[in-house]
């Protein structure tokens, strides 16, 4: 696509053409709006609303306020409530502290991995016989 053609298809999408799609060079800028429209507007595996709550935990471990307004208000228009939102950014910040803790007490990567690999096996086990039984 032209670089017309682009900024016609933002426009139309957006209302506008935002400075920070603007500034992308004209050899970078169809590849670029085809790779954020596809990820970050269409439905794919991942339903938009998540999409956007795991980006909003991600601008928040990366500290990117601009991502973390994107994303906070893309989750919002695709239906997060105030109360998803507030859960995300608490996930990552579990994320982010205990990944910190892991790795400055530099624990043993393989024996956590076999540790939480029983624990998963355990979990699956309790949850099965929690099941009703098929007649």
Known sequence: MTRAEVDRDIQETFGLVPEFLKT???????SEWQSFKALELAETAIPNKYKEL????????????????FHTEAAKLFGATDEEVNEACLIAKNTMGWSTYLN?????????????????EYVREQMAAQEPAHA
């Open 104 to 120: 400055a007490m530099q624990f043993d990567y393989d024996e956590f991995k076999e540790e939480f690999d029983r624990s998963v």
């Open 24 to 30: 992308v060079p004209d050899y970078l800028i169809s």
């Open 54 to 69: 795991i980006g909003l935990a991600v601008s928040g471990a990366t500290r990117c306020r601009y991502c973390a307004y």
